[in-house]
């Protein structure tokens, strides 16, 4: 029903009389409902308020209010209130409380009906408790109109009074609903532009954010509607789009058909929705791959009117896509093709792939693999004591960190055969940086296993006779001087060596050799303790730890071995040998310093052993002089070893002086010297003796040899007036067949004149080697060289051999020539070997001529030379030798 304020204006509204209203008050209601109806929705508050003041006055009530609900229609949510000046009315009092408080309104909020109360003090009974709270509020009469908004009650519009009234006029009650209809009409519009506004607003917002473009085809109208968002994507103004523009241009011919499949069987029921993946052309040309989805609205016989749908630019991600699935392509070829296998997991250890060389390793098909527990598919024991190992897998994922086998571990496969591997784990985390799953990858190594065991056994023992070697040999006994210096058992070491050995080897070759050290070798592994260590330390030596034993038990093994070596026969090529063997013994307690100083002893208390006379037992002792001074030279031997490739050896000149007659150029000795590790020289009377043991006085010949041609060769003054240069050699050198090419190597390297070069040999090492160091001399006279026998009269043979030897020089041992003055034997043992050595045709050099005097004796008994600190003071050689090695 509508009502217009001239039908309901009457004559006596407000004052009880039958006279129409004044033009000017019906115009004033008349607007009071059109601002009502036309609520601005960002003003709707003071419009309503407006409003109110307006009704207010031209009604002439106390006050004009409006009763607002909330949505649930369960309190007054708002109060809007227009009150005269003198009024004591306060509706806004009623803000905030509960409708319940009003029973009789609520019972009445059918759109637009009135209800009246015209005395608050006196109320019908119905309305009492509505009235009581009313005339609280100083309301003595009220006239009220209830509106709807949508389906639920929106509020109350009321005229309210100071004093009660006998009636309301019919004419104020229509007006009342007049403007009740306008003021639900005005809120309905104004919270529908609100929410319309609201809508647009979020529709535009959620079109931004979800970066989508949308649009919309009219069926009917032929129109596509692209929002701007779908226009940025593409690259498209709103002028391209425009005047018969076809949509299917823009998607590539690969894809057009397929889409227009898709977008038929959409619009024919057979799809909720129409969704695809195309391609569509960028305006610069590019191809933008977009994911498409789009609803149809069909008419009542199911013809097409609409088509609204949103489009994503999802090159980018389309990229990674197959960025990703070429990635994952490679790394299955990758995983397919390396030679470890590969076992995948989730975060619970259940497998979810395994690549070929796993299901050869393990013996499982990944079909049947998936979906089971690594633990049933890896199955992993201890190399040695096959107990059984907790997954590698499990582990890592349970510690979020890799985990690498240290060792190799048995692998059980399906079919129950056993290989080793070794793996590594390691989990796989998720973007978060939680462990999502993990990785075991694993390799055979069982070939290299038997192949390490083996080396590893080479490492340790002696191939030729199958026992410990020297390496592991000292790590044994390392371990046992450890042992000692806890006081936790006794042990001794026994040093053998074969005394025949060299002899078979000689005379039979070193097949035979080889033979006799395996047969020895066994024959010594038959006679030990199961619990001590025999080794085969190099050459014919052997080497035998005893354990938990005393010195004197030591003892008595070391003679039952001598005594089976005594025994023992060694045949060969129906050749039989005896042979001996000389052990030295040494206890093993806290007292020792190290493996080395253990060894060293061992070696002399042999090495005493043998000198003693072969094939006997030679026990070490601390205050054994014999086995003291062998040390030394041991110590002394290592020493001199360093001192050749550290070169510190140097060498001075001694000069020789003519007593008989003028000589032009220089005649001198050269003398040997070594530098200790702190720079000290040192005579070679303190490691000469060593070296000749050791057999180390060959290399120290050749590099004495080697640096005086080389300073000769450099130095063209020294050349130029040397008239004879002596050089020493030993014995050991004379019976090198690899010294006397080397001799004559250098000298045609240097181009030297080798008749100024003299080479003094001893007469102990002449006589002793007699033919080899005839031989050497008749070589190297050859050459042009020159000889001397030094050290003459020492030997009681000497003067037997001298005839035989073609030297060029006798030099008279010193001990004869220091007490020439004083002692007249020795003046005629000088006299003697003159006469003697004049008579074979050589030459006399007299040593230790220590002053003037026994010079000039010399000169008058005739001997030819004189060389000694009467005669010089040794004299250094230039650096550039001493630096040579």
Same mark, same amino acid.
């Given at each position: ?27 004033? @209601? ?58 004591? @009315? ?26 009246? +109360? ?49 009636? +309301?006029?019919?004419?104020?009650? #229509? ?25 647009? *607003? ?139 296998? $590969? ?150 070491? @026994? ?50 730890? #005893? ?25 060969? *090529? ?129 590099? $004495? ?12 003054? *020294? ?110 043992? $000088? ?55």
């Amino acid at each position: 029903m509508e009502f217009s304020a001239s039908d309901v204006l009457a004559p006596h509204l407000w004052t009880g009389k039958t006279e129409r209203p004044t033009p000017g008050i019906d115009v004033a @209601c008349t607007k009071i409902a059109v601002d009502l109806q036309n609520l601005a929705p960002e003003s709707a508050g003071e419009g309503v308020l407006h409003s109110l003041e307006a009704l207010r006055q031209a009604i002439a009530a106390d006050v004009a209010f409006v009763l607002l609900f909330d949505p649930e229609a369960r309190r007054i949510d708002s109060v809007s209130c227009a009150r005269g000046h003198f009024a004591q @009315c306060r509706p806004e009092e009623l803000r905030g409380a509960e409708l319940s408080s009003l029973p009789w309104l609520m019972t009445r909020c059918e759109h637009l009906r009135l209800s009246e +109360f015209r005395d608050t003090a006196a109320p019908r009974d119905e309305q009492a408790k509505d009235a009581a709270l009313l005339a609280s509020l100083a309301l003595g009469s009220a006239l009220c109109v209830a509106f709807r908004l949508g389906e639920q009650p929106g509020g109350i519009l009321a005229l309210g009074f100071g004093l009660p009234r006998a009636t +309301f006029d019919v004419n104020l009650q #229509l007006l009342m609903k007049l403007l009740g209809s306008s003021l639900a009409s005005g809120l309905a519009r104004a919270r529908l532009t609100v929410s319309l506004t609201r809508l647009l *607003e979020r529709n535009g917002l959620a079109e931004r954010a979800a970066n989508d473009g949308l649009w919309d085809f009219d069926v009917e109208n032929d129109d596509i509607y692209f929002s701007p968002r779908w226009r940025a994507m593409l690259g498209y103004d709103e002028a391209d789009l425009k005047g018969g523009f076809d949509w299917r241009s823009l998607v590539h011919p690969d894809d057009i058909s397929r889409v227009q499949a898709a977008i038929r069987e959409h619009v024919a029921g057979k799809t909720p929705l129409f969704e695809s993946i195309h391609r569509m052309r960028h305006h610069n040309g590019e191809w933008r791959w977009v994911v498409s989805r789009a609803q149809a609205k069909l008419d009542a016989h199911g013809r097409l009117l609409r088509l609204v749908g949103v489009e994503l630019d999802i090159t980018e991600r389309k990229l990674y896509e197959e960025a990703l699935f070429r990635e994952k392509e490679s790394a299955q070829i990758t995983l397919q093709s390396i030679g470890d296998g $590969v076992i995948t997991t989730d975060a619970s250890s259940v497998i979810d792939y395994i690549n070929p060389v796993a299901e050869q390793l393990t013996g499982w098909r990944l079909e049947d693999a998936m979906g089971r527990p690594v633990e049933e598919i890896f199955r992993a024991f201890h190399e040695e004591t096959c107990e059984p190992l907790e997954n590698p897998l499990s582990v890592s994922i349970r510690r979020a960190r890799p985990i690498k086998s240290v060792r190799p571990m048995l692998l059980i496969r399906r079919d129950g055969n056993e290989l080793y591997v070794e793996s590594t784990a390691s989990p796989i985390r998720a973007g978060n940086g939680k462990v999502g799953g993990g990785v075991l990858v694993f390799h055979d190594v069982s070939e290299s296993r038997e192949l390490n065991r083996r080396l590893s056994y080479h490492a340790s023992h002696d191939l030729l006779t199958g026992l410990v070697n020297r390496r592991e040999f000292e790590n044994r006994l390392e371990r046992a001087l450890k042992s000692a210096r806890a006081r936790e058992t006794s042990y001794a070491l @026994c040093y053998l060596d074969i005394d025949q050995f060299k002899i078979v080897n000689d005379t039979c070759g070193h097949s035979a050799g080889d033979a006799l050290l395996g047969q020895m070798g066994a024959l010594l592994k038959s006679k030990v303790r199961w619990r001590d260590t025999l080794s085969r330390l190099g050459g014919d030596e052997f080497g035998i730890l #005893l354990e938990s034993c005393s010195l004197d038990e030591a003892m008595r093994m070391a003679e039952g071995l001598r005594e089976a070596v005594r025994n023992f026969r060694f045949s060969w *090529e129906e050749r039989v040998f005896r042979l001996g063997a000389s052990i030295g013994v040494v206890p093993i307690t806290a007292d020792n310093e190290d493996v080395a100083s253990i060894l060293s002893a061992a070696d002399s208390a042999c090495a005493a052993a043998k000198e003693q006379g072969r094939n006997r037992v030679h026990s070490f002792a601390e205050n054994d002089i014999e086995l003291m001074r062998r040390r030394r030279e041991m110590q002394w031997a290592a020493r001199i070893n360093a001192a050749l490739e550290e070169g510190r050896f140097e060498l001075f000149r001694m000069t020789i002086l003519p007593l008989q007659k003028q000589e032009s150029g220089s005649h001198y000795e050269l003398l040997l010297r070594m530098r200790d590790e702190s720079g000290r020289l040192i005579s070679p009377d303190s490691f000469i003796s060593a070296a000749e043991r050791y057999g180390i006085t060959p290399n120290i010949d050749r590099w $004495v040899i080697e640096s005086a041609l080389r300073w000769l060769v450099s130095e063209a003054d *020294e050349r130029e007036r040397l008239s004879m240069c002596s050089i020493n050699l030993s014995g050991q050198s004379l019976g090198d067949d690899k010294f006397l090419p080397f001799v004559i190597d250098q000298f045609h390297k240097s181009g030297l004149d080798a008749s100024k070069i003299c080479f003094e040999i001893t007469e102990t090492a002449a006589v002793a080697s007699f033919s080899q160091a005839n031989r050497f001399i008749q070589a190297l006279h050859e050459l042009g060289c020159k000889f001397a026998l030094d050290d003459f009269g020492t030997g009681l043979s000497s003067f037997g051999y001298l005839k035989h030897f073609p030297v060029d020089y006798l030099k008279i041992d010193g001990s004869f020539v220091r007490e020439i003055l004083h002692d007249p034997i020795d003046r005629e043992m $000088v006299r003697s070997i003159n006469e003697i050595g004049h008579l074979t045709g050589k030459q006399t050099i007299a040593e230790f001529a220590e002053n003037a005097e026994i010079i000039q004796m010399l000169r008058n008994i005739g001997v030819d030379y004189a060389q000694g600190y009467g005669v010089a003071q040794p004299q250094r050689l230039l650096k550039a030798v001493s630096g040579t090695g």
